[in-house]
């Protein structure tokens, strides 16, 4: 593209910040910035039309890891480890609730539940046995008994007869979370700029010299928030992961209200405007759904759909509107990659199915990196 000299001017020249991507983790890194360096030039990159990753395709569970998780966590971590990682998420979900208001991201307390299947019996024997000393280790953080019993009062089927709740975890609207980052970024006179990839980066003496696929332009320092596309500018320990989701059209007198999970979490369904949106299935077909394109399978879908007809809703008529896939950043560590990659280049990725709980915290340590 042929810039004029005004176009140069006004949107690239003398830049402080460039963050690529803007996700949670893009926009909370810029706003934190901005926060620390009121004065500082700061442009987000996004090459999306809308940010097109993860953080406006996703569930928009607030949740804090299910008693399984913990159980299989405390199997390969420390109980210090694991009250940290609760702990973090658990502050992340409150540093974004009281950044943007519980109102404008639809924040409601429903509780999360994990719903156990026939197949997973002895699972839940072995959480309901830890039920009362995992409360016990995470009573610090929650101030109450987080994991309680709840009886299946919503008729789904195929399930075992309790599942057990998450007390304190909660829904949010993911579209609204991401427009009122974007309102808060642009009132703090941060520049975003859709529609362009960054392509490539060298770091030379007068700072990090960018090109995207338009142009290119010099910045001080460059901040990388791209997560499950991170390997395309970053040598770094992540993999692209692929989740489908699906959700109906509105469902008269729905009842069902709340997040549940199933099978290890690869399954995950919510209440939203009276329709039931309903994602997961990865674990299918790991190796096709390890990639950055978006789309979806028959194999997933059909899955998706079938659960949906036999255990969601088995009594229920309903139609599905839309499907949709989003790309998450996973890796063999559930911790986040946030750290200095050279001496103007810093990267807050890798995510995995927690980064509405973990995003704002991220960006915010990311933004703490830069000195
Ligand atoms: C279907 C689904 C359901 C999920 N459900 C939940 C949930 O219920 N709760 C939860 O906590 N988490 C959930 N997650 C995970 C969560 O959404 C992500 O962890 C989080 O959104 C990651 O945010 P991010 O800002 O790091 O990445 P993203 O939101 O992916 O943002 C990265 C951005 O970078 C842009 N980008 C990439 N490469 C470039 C480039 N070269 N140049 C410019 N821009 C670029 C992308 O377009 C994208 O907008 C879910 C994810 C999916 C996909």
Redesign the pocket.
């Known amino acids: 593209m042929n810039l004029s000299y005004w176009e140069y001017n006004s949107w690239l020249s003398n830049l402080d910040f460039t963050v ?9 890194t810029a706003i934190a910035i901005k926060k620390r360096y009121p004065k500082a030039k700061v442009l987000v ?4 039309i ?14 804090f890891g299910s008693i399984s998780e913990i159980l299989s966590d405390l199997s390969t971590h420390t109980e210090k480890e694991v009250i940290e990682l609760v702990q973090e ?1 658990y502050e ?1 979900i409150r540093l974004l609730r009281k950044m943007l208001g519980d109102k404008q991201i639809e924040f409601m307390l429903f509780g999360g539940h994990e719903v156990f299947l026939e197949k997973d019996k002895a699972l839940y024997e072995k959480c309901l046995e830890k039920r009362l000393s995992i409360n016990r280790l995470l009573r610090p953080i929650f101030r109450g008994d987080a994991f309680q019993l709840h009886e299946n009062n919503y008729g789904f089927q195929n399930i075992l007869p309790r599942y057990i709740t998450h007390e304190f975890e909660g ?1 949010l609207n ?1 579209g609204m979370m ?1 427009k009122a980052l974007l309102k808060k970024a642009r009132e703090k006179d941060i520049t975003i700029l859709n529609g ?4 490539q980066y060298s770091e030379g003496v007068h700072g990090v010299h960018v090109k ?2 338009e142009f290119e332009f010099k910045t001080s320092k460059l901040m ?7 390997t ?2 970053l040598k770094e320990a992540v993999q692209p ?5 699906i959700i109906t059209r509105p469902i008269k007198n729905l009842a069902i209200k709340g ?1 549940f999970h199933f099978d290890e979490g690869y399954y ?1 369904f ?1 209440n939203i405007d009276n329709r039931i949106l309903f ?2 299935g990865r674990n299918l077909d790991f190796k096709t759904e390890n990639t ?1 394109q978006f789309g979806s399978t028959e194999v997933i879908q059909n899955q998706l759909e079938h659960l949906l007809e036999t255990m969601i809703l088995p009594k229920t008529k309903f139609e599905i509107e839309a499907r ?6 996973v890796g063999q560590q559930k911790r ?1 990659i946030i750290k200095q990659v050279s001496e103007n280049v810093f990267c ?12 704002s915290l ?2 915010n340590k990311m933004a703490q990196l830069v000195s």
């Open positions: 690529v991507g803007s996700g949670i983790v893009g926009l909370t990159l996004e090459k999306g809308l940010p097109q990753g993860a953080s406006t395709k996703n569930a928009g569970f607030a949740c998420r992340g829904q993911t991401v362009l990839a960054v392509e995207t696929n990388i928030a791209t997560n499950g596309f991170a395309q500018l992961a692929r989740a489908q989701v997040t995950y919510r994602g997961g950055t949709w896939s989003g790309i998450m950043g986040p807050g990725i890798r995510l995995g199915g927690m980064g509405i709980a973990i995003g991220v960006g």
